[in-house]
């Protein structure tokens, strides 16, 4: 489980390699296989980006792979 932001939580499933994402009362599933938990990461960081939760500048990939422990 990694905190991205106050309303934003990202969970890897190291059985089906994939992310779930929690923001709010909001839920999305990043179908993998990933290869490692640091690219699940960077996934749920893009798909973040993506749907708006998430600024090019608050979160980059790099600080979001840094917080995979």
Avoid at 42 to 59: D, F, K, N, T, V
Wanted: proline share 3%; glycine share 8%; net charge negative.
């Amino acid at each position: 489980m990694k905190r991205v932001n106050d309303e934003t939580t990202v969970f890897y499933d190291s059985v089906a390699k994939s992310v779930v994402i929690v923001q709010g009362h909001m839920i999305h599933y990043v179908i993998g296989p990933f290869q490692t938990q640091a690219d699940a990461f960077e996934a749920a960081g893009e798909r973040c980006r993506r749907l708006g939760w998430l600024s090019p500048i608050e979160g980059g990939d790099d600080e979001i792979a840094a917080k995979v422990a």
